[in-house]
C-alpha cells in the first residue's frame, strides 16, 4: 500500500490562507470518509486537527478546516499564522486489510 | 488532562528484540483503543498496530506482522508493543496514540515517542 500523496512543502504570509492536498486511491481517500489530519512539531507529539474528513476538535481553532472531493482530500489553514509552521499529515482509513495509510507530508512554512 | 508517555527505546542489533511500554493517564484508559505508529529518520508516519479497548483483536501493518505483538494491561493503565526480529527498518521514532471509540478512525492523542535505533 503507497503513502497518500502530499506536496512536499507549501509557504504563505502571514493571514494569507494555504491548502493542502492529500491525494489517494478509492480504497482510501475515496473509499471512506476517515481522513484525518495531523499537526507535526518536529520532537513533539503529533496533534489531531481535523478527524471525519471535516470535523473539528474542540480546541482547534477555525482557521483550520478539511474537505475532500473524490480521492484527494484537503486541509485549508485560513488566516495563517507563526505557529501553524510545522509538518502536516493526513491519513485514511483504507479497510479491514490495510486499515491506516498516512500521506508522505508537507512542511507548511510560514513567510 | 490526557498523557501518554512511551519508553523503552534503545538501541538493538539485528535479530533483536524490544518491548515498548506506552504509560497513559489523564482518561479511562480501558474504555480507549490504541495504536502504535512509527516515524522512520526523514520519513513521515506509519501505522504500525492497533489493539481495541478489551484487547481481543490486534491488527499490524504486514511490515511488522509476525514480528510484533501489541498488547495492554488496563489494570496497569499501561500499552505494550513486543518487538522481535528487528532489522534496521524498524529504526524510528514510536509513538502510541488513542483512538477515542466515540470518535473512531482517527488518532486524538499521541505520545511524545521513544527511538528505537536498530545497528550493529
Known amino acids: 500500500q503507497s503513502a497518500l500523496t502530499q506536496p512536499r512543502s507549501v509557504s504563505g504570509s502571514p493571514g494569507q490562507s494555504v491548502t493542502i492536498s492529500c491525494t489517494g486511491t478509492s480504497s482510501d481517500v475515496g473509499g471512506y470518509n476517515y481522513v484525518s489530519w495531523y499537526q507535526h512539531h518536529p520532537g513533539k507529539a503529533p496533534k489531531l486537527m481535523i478527524y471525519?474528513?471535516?470535523k473539528r476538535p474542540s480546541g482547534v481553532p477555525d482557521r483550520f478546516s478539511g474537505s475532500k472531493s473524490g480521492n484527494t482530500a484537503s486541509l485549508t489553514i485560513s488566516g495563517l499564522q507563526a505557529e501553524d509552521e510545522a509538518d502536516y499529515y493526513c491519513?485514511?482509513?483504507?479497510?479491514?486489510?490495510?486499515?491506516?495509510?498516512f500521506g508522505t507530508g508537507t512542511k507548511v512554512t510560514v513567510l | 488532562q490526557v498523557q501518554l508517555v512511551e519508553s523503552g527505546g534503545g538501541v538493538v542489533q539485528p535479530g533483536g528484540s524490544l518491548r515498548l511500554s506506552c504509560a497513559a493517564s489523564g482518561f479511562i484508559f480501558s474504555t480507549y483503543h490504541m495504536h502504535w505508529v512509527r516515524q522512520a529518520p526523514g520519513k513521515g508516519l506509519e501505522w504500525v498496530s492497533f489493539i481495541p479497548s478489551d484487547g481481543r483483536g490486534q491488527l499490524y501493518a504486514d511490515s511488522v506482522k509476525g514480528r510484533f505483538t501489541i498488547s495492554r494491561d488496563n489494570s496497569k493503565n499501561t500499552l505494550y508493543l513486543q518487538m522481535n526480529s528487528l532489522s534496521a527498518d524498524d529504526t524510528a521514532v514510536y509513538y502510541c496514540a488513542t483512538e477515542n471509540p466515540a470518535v473512531l478512525k482517527s488518532f486524538d492523542y499521541w505520545g511524545q515517542g521513544t527511538l528505537v535505533t536498530v545497528s550493529s
Open positions: 471525519d474528513v471535516s
Open positions: 491519513c485514511s482509513y483504507a479497510g479491514r486489510y490495510i486499515h491506516y495509510v
